[in-house]
Structure formats: C-alpha cells, structure tokens
C-alpha cells in the first residue's frame, strides 16, 4: 500500500525558514509528479509547488521564497520555505501521482502544520 509520510512542520517566526519532508513508501512503479498543498482555516486548499520530471512550477505567493526539490532517493520531495509570512501559515499536504500495483493514483499525506508567529 503506498502512503505518504511527511515531516518538518512546527513554529517559526516570520522571516525564518523551514524545510519539509515527503517520503513516498510501498511498491511503487512510477513517481509521475510530487508535490505540495496547504490549506489555512477557512480557506480552500491550495497548490504550492510541483516538481514533474526536470520541471517545477509554484504558486504566485511563493515564486522566490520556496524551493521544491527531488531527493537522491526519488521517492522523497522536499520544500525549503524561506522569508515565512504570517499567511503562510497552513496545513501542508504532500501531494502525489504515483502509479503502483493498484494502477495510478493520487495520494497524500496527513498533514503537517506551519505557524508563522513571533
């Protein structure tokens, strides 16, 4: 059964940094993209950074702060935020499209919570 486990998330105040983790475990054939979601109370979630193959794409309000990257072992994803805004401030979900004996399929993790605060 292929899962999801995430990793990294807790308190840090505005201007600092942070780095999440995604590890994609089971029988997997194929990572077709990874990514990252996050979703603030009341609001909708929302896509924050996908990397497919060589080629990476982020939401408007992160383009500059956020690097999302592949690790050395392909089933792990990994985004360093840096510059933390007090809107950043959300639920992170890994996000991925993983094909595996159950075909393919989009998974994602639990969730982990960034708070921005002082």
């Known amino acids: 059964q292929v899962q999801l486990v995430e990793s990294g998330g807790g308190l840090v105040q505005p201007g600092g940094s942070q780095r999440l983790s995604c590890a994609a475990s089971?029988?997997?054939?194929?990572?077709?993209?990874m990514g990252w979601y996050r979703q603030a109370p009341g609001k909708q979630r929302e896509l924050v950074a996908r990397?497919?193959?060589?080629?990476?794409d982020y939401a408007d309000s992160v383009k500059g702060r956020f690097t999302i990257t592949r690790g050395n072992a392909e089933n792990t994803v990994y985004l360093q935020m840096t510059s933390l805004k007090p809107e950043d401030e959300a639920v992170y979900f890994c996000?991925?499209?993983?094909?595996?004996?159950?075909?393919?399929?989009?998974?994602w993790g639990q969730g982990t919570q960034v708070t921005v605060s002082s």
């Open positions: 996000n991925a499209d993983i094909t595996s004996w159950s075909g393919r399929k989009e998974y």
């Open positions: 089971g029988v997997i054939f194929r990572i077709n993209f």
């Open positions: 990397v497919t193959g060589g080629t990476t």
